[in-house]
Nanobody, 114 residues
Framework: QVQLVESGGGLVQPGGSLRLSCAAS????????MGWYRQAPGKQRELVAG???????NYADSVKGRFTISRDNVKNPVYLQMNSLKPADTAVYYC????????WGQGTQVTVSS
């Protein structure tokens, strides 16, 4: 069964940056459209960024201009560069295929706080 592993989260001050990485147990990332989701406490999981196999991207309005999703189809991972972070970005971040054909990973916690 495919496993997705997210990493790169942490505690950062408002205005700071983080780069999240998503790796899979096999080449699922390079063979599928991929997305980064997040879930804040008490809120539903939401899609924040998606990338097609060809590299076309889309973003939630709340992160446009601040987040960048990218992929390395040779080395497998998918990245999420997050700049100008805000407290509202605090959440557990997950990656998966779009549509979702793999189980959710454990996610990586991003906390934006001074």
């Amino acid at each position: 069964q495919v496993q997705l592993v997210e990493s790169g989260g942490g505690l950062v001050q408002p205005g700071g940056s983080l780069r999240l990485s998503c790796a899979a147990s096999r080449s699922i990332c390079s063979d599928n459209r991929m997305g980064w989701y997040r879930q804040a406490p008490g809120k539903q999981r939401e899609l924040v960024a998606g990338i097609t196999i060809a590299g076309s991207t889309n973003y939630a309005d709340s992160v446009k201009g601040r987040f960048t999703i990218s992929r390395d189809n040779v080395k497998n991972p998918v990245y999420l560069q997050m700049n100008s972070l805000k407290p509202a970005d605090t959440a557990v971040y997950y990656c998966t295929t779009i549509p979702r054909t793999a189980p959710w990973g454990q996610g990586t916690q991003v906390t934006v706080s001074s």
